[in-house]
């Protein structure tokens, strides 16, 4: 069957399953004609997410998360509803064409040719919202962690910018002339971007406005940071982070 014909069959599948599905991944307890746990999408003491055998759905009264069996494993694995239906097709031994499997695998191919390691780390990106860019390798103990050589191109910022909101950028060793065209790269994909500097012991992030305005052995001129700032696509954030500069940072007016 075709990727599109599976997905009712594996829709049924999973609804049935959603026990089952949930408790491989977290500790479910029966609760009257419910299961229940501490809600794996935000923290808490008390369970307020309860899952729903016969209806196939789970809901957290915390957080107001809500789905079924698929949008469980999208949201707690990390993946995309593209992984989901291929990852619970197999778990219901359905054979969906090698055509359509051959497609997802060329997509998958083309994002690690355009961002290297980018498929081995993407769940992770989507479970914390935000990924790391470090330019040397062996200097930067994060997670989801990525190594590029040379700068962040734009089509690599907004593959990322899928499964991320923040970005941040580990500056250590790195030049200006890297370091600026990967800043706008992330700017212009509306990613919220960061950098840890080369005198941050503790891997101290700063807003990468601060960054500029706090290194000495960087050339970084005002120009650079108003040429940055021109590049935000959103008219609010770009107006918020004009504000900003110039309340903070006066020498950028002039």
Request: hydrophobic share 35%; proline share 4%; glycine share 4%.
């Amino acid at each position: 069957m075709t990727f599109y014909e599976a997905i009712p069959h594996v829709r049924e599948a999973s609804r049935n399953d959603i026990i089952e599905i949930i408790s491989e991944r977290i500790s479910l307890k029966k609760s009257g004609s419910y299961y229940k746990a501490c809600c794996p999408f935000h923290s808490e003491k008390t369970p307020s997410f309860y899952v729903h055998e016969n209806k196939g759905t789970y809901k957290c009264f915390g957080c107001q998360a809500w789905g079924d069996a698929i949008s469980f494993v999208e949201f707690f694995d990390g993946l995309t509803f593209t992984e989901v239906i291929y990852l619970l097709a197999d778990r219901y031994h359905l054979t969906i064409s090698h055509k359509s499997r051959k497609k997802s695998q060329q997509a998958v191919k083309k994002e690690d040719d355009t961002l290297p390691g980018y498929s081995s780390v993407k769940s992770e990106i989507l479970k914390t919202g935000k990924v790391y860019i470090a330019f040397k390798q062996g200097i930067a103990p994060f997670t989801p962690l990525l190594f590029i050589d040379g700068q962040l191109s734009l089509e690599a910022a907004k593959l990322l910018r899928k499964r991320a909101q923040k970005i941040i950028f580990v500056a250590q060793g790195t030049s200006w002339k890297i370091l600026k065209p990967s800043f706008e790269a992330a700017l212009k994909a509306e990613l919220e971007v960061f950098a840890i500097p080369d005198y941050s012991k503790e891997f101290q992030e700063m807003d990468w406005v601060d960054y500029c305005s706090a290194q000495t052995t960087q050339k970084i001129t005002n120009k650079d940071v108003i040429q940055l700032i021109a590049g935000i696509p959103d008219n609010i954030t770009r107006s918020v982070y004009i504000t900003y500069a110039t309340d903070n940072f006066k020498e950028l007016t002039t």
